[in-house]
T-cell receptor, first 111, second 114 residues
């Protein structure tokens, strides 16, 4: 059974700062990684997907993957109060198998 | 826009009742999933399906069953509801190959069993 670990937080950052969220995974064979954002009382929504080592940028979001060290990070630049949510990291076991989710990190952006 | 619809946003049921949670997707996705989410425990997989009339047990199938008679619909059944099944239930769907596509989630059903 794959394991995906995240610091539960809460992680508090001031508005305008960079928020850094981390995720480690147990299976060295994992190939792709997903970041979901979940607002309180809402369902998760996909915000980033990364497949290759290195960085992937989408607007204020950057996903960083280091397969050798088995971690994936999500950076949020210029954090806004609207970014306050729980961020879930997810990894598929293989090509078409269910995602395994971390328990999520709660981010609080303070105005 | 891609859509996964769960029939109820909130449900209150009595212990021992048979409960049906419905999920419909309009994206022609092959894969459908049911998770429950509880504070401190995260998302836990109950059942999933890769095709019509096909089902696979997830990590916590006890007390649940599923039905997939049509591609677009995946139902979760609580055979005899118990208070420990009070939870947020999330349905999701995806194209084949979660390696590349990830999930689209429904809005969730918050079930309370009293």
């Amino acid at each position: 059974q794959k394991e995906v670990e995240q610091n539960s937080g809460p992680l508090s950052v001031p508005e305008g700062a960079i928020a850094s969220l981390n995720c480690t995974y147990s299976d060295r064979g994992s190939q792709s990684f997903f970041w979901y954002r979940q607002y309180s009382g809402k369902s998760p929504e996909l915000i980033m997907f990364i497949y290759s080592n290195g960085d992937k940028e989408d607007g204020r979001f950057t996903a960083q993957l280091n397969k050798a060290s088995q971690y994936v990070s999500l950076l949020i630049r210029d954090s806004q109060p609207s970014d306050s949510a729980t961020y879930l990291c997810a990894v598929p076991s293989s090509g078409n198998t269910p995602l395994v989710f971390g328990k999520g990190t709660r981010l609080s952006v303070i105005a | 826009d891609v859509k996964v619809t769960q029939s109820s946003r909130y449900l209150v049921k009595r212990t021992g009742e048979k409960v049906f949670l419905e999920c419909v997707q309009d994206m022609d996705h092959e894969n459908m999933f049911w998770y429950r989410q509880d504070p401190g425990l995260g998302l836990r997989l109950i059942y999933f399906s890769y095709d019509v009339k096909m089902k696979e047990k997830g990590d916590i199938p006890e007390g649940y069953s599923v039905s997939r008679e049509k591609k677009e619909r995946f139902s979760l059944i609580l055979e005899s509801a118990s208070t420990n099944q009070t939870s947020m239930y999330l349905c999701a769907s995806s194209l084949p190959g979660t390696l590349l596509y990830g999930y689209t989630f429904g809005s969730g059903t918050r079930l309370t069993v009293v």
